[in-house]
T-cell receptor, first 110, second 113 residues
């Protein structure tokens, strides 16, 4: 079983739409959670950390559900520039290792 | 602020040749350092990570090796490249504190002929 699982998509949405991605993790001892964005043929870039109480950064909202072991990312008012692959990342701090999901591809269309 | 440098950006090598990719971090001390590989259209595969000078943990048995000769320098090497070594190699660092995210270098796109 993979440590982190994501729906690969693609999610094809029109500009202005709201889209949500979920990601499940298998290890209940996971401590830190992040969403990264990766553009084609580029390095992943940190989008936001995910805090226990949920957090928002502009059009982006992240939620953590420890009981069900999943995190989510909500994007409101999608822009063409939001088209990318979104990676869910989980960290077990005791082992200095980060586990990456395979990513969810988002295509925002005009 | 912290920066991470990785080079070269692209590399074309023949099968059986050696490899050396270098990564350096500036603006922080005692970072955790990581090497990943990403095959086309796939997720990131952790190859090595290091929590200090000379301390290397290997995640996947293969013909690659890593070294950390200085606090902020991480090197990925191979004595003899295989076709299957092609991919996008990414170096990353994180602070050694808890709950800190990783930050990636620009990556090296390696093609083996």
């Amino acid at each position: 079983r993979k440590e982190v699982e994501q729906d690969p998509g693609p999610f094809n949405v029109p500009e202005g739409a709201t889209v949500a991605f979920n990601c499940t993790y298998s290890n209940s001892a996971s401590q830190s959670f992040f969403w990264y964005r990766q553009d084609c043929r580029k390095e992943p870039k940190l989008l936001m950390s995910v805090y226990s109480s949920g957090n928002e950064d502009g059009r982006f909202t992240a939620q953590l559900n420890r009981a069900s072991q999943y995190i989510s990312l909500l994007i409101r008012d999608s822009k063409l520039s939001d088209s990318a692959t979104y990676l869910c990342v989980v960290n077990l701090n005791n082992f200095n290792k980060f586990y990456f999901g395979s990513g969810t591809k988002l295509n925002v269309k005009p | 602020s912290q920066t991470i440098h990785q080079w070269p950006a692209t590399l074309v090598q023949p099968v059986g040749s050696p490899l050396s990719l270098e990564c350096t971090v500036e603006g922080t001390s005692n970072p955790n350092l990581y090497w990943y590989r990403q095959a086309a259209g796939r997720g990131l595969q952790l190859l090595f990570y290091s929590v200090g000078i000379g301390q290397i943990s290997s995640e996947v048995p293969q013909n690659l090796s890593a070294s950390r000769p200085q606090d902020r320098q991480f090197i990925l090497s191979s004595k003899k490249l295989l076709l299957s070594d092609s991919g996008f190699y990414l170096c990353a660092w994180s602070r050694s504190d808890s709950n800190q995210p990783q930050h990636f270098g620009d990556g090296t796109r390696l093609s083996i002929l």
